[in-house]
């Protein structure tokens, strides 16, 4: 068992952080362990933090070569997509098994929606599964998560589309395996129909209004989690404004600043993909996303928070998103405070998955 120690080094617990002299952990893959044990290895941590790796909430790998090294060079050892075919995805899942120091690959494969053209022209037709029924949904939706390719099921809720006791069916389906259901809404009435049915998560946010301040009540209240995707929604608009030239990027900022201010539980997503419709970068999608945030006005402790612990515990990754005793290793080494200095991005020093050194 190989044992790796950062001396010197400064510690980033919740919203502080804390001054420690050193952290140490199983680099086999492995955990983190208290320091008492002798290390194999000694990184010198002077002028740095270490802290949670990054979790991408929201993006779509596409099974392309490169995207799980793209994702490690900017520190991010968990990756959640939501928007890959499930035959893509699984591809992708293989990958990601047999290498360690590979991020954790999460995926609800195809999502679930209607035969409209016009919201399906936004996604990768391929990772688009159609039903016209509830008994549809109800069999597409087990037959998805009995077979394992989706740890998580995604219906696109915007309108026109899905009939709501077509997506209140798999939604129940989604609830009886145990399984998290997230809803695909980009308008203010997809929204309402996503809380009242029952979504634990959504995303992105509305771009056609403003969200009624009930809907807003109701999201804190169920502690549903919602994932942005900014930088997506500002580089989709052109193709939004032409069947929906109302269509405003002003109105996803302010949802955004609206649900912040109301303790909403918020998760940063790049929603990076290589197609050719909206691409976004991999890895550094994040990055953007973040920045973005910051923009908004959201605090740096907040977007940290939101791509660290708030989609752990929201996806049920109990194991990580914050540095503990017992907990995965994924792990990034940072110069500075990255809570002064949210460019803590642009100098991350080392990157470990499991404990397992990432190549920068």
Known sequence: MLITRIS???VLVGSEVQNESSLTFVCSPGDIISSNSAPDTLVDGTGCTVMPGLIDCRFGSDATDDAPLEHTTYGLTTVIDSSTSCAKSQAMRIVASDDPGLPSYIASGSAIGSDNDTLVSLFDRSAVQIV???DEAQTLVEAKIVSGQSDFIKIVVDQPGLEADIISRAVQETHRHGKLAIAYASQTKAYRVAVDLGFDHISPVPIDGEIEADVIDDIVRLGIGIIPALSYLEKAMPLWKRNAPNDDFSFAVAAVRALD??????????????LNTVPLPFGKGLHDEMRLLAKVGLSNAKIIRAATSEPATLFGLLDRGVVGSGLRADLILVEGNPLEDLEFLSKIRSVWIRGVPCTK
Not at 261 to 274: D, F, K, V
């Open 8 to 10: 010197g080094v400064n």
């Open 261 to 274: 201010a109301a303790g909403a539980r918020l998760c940063a997503g790049s929603s990076a993909n290589h």
């Open 132 to 134: 016209l029924t509830p």
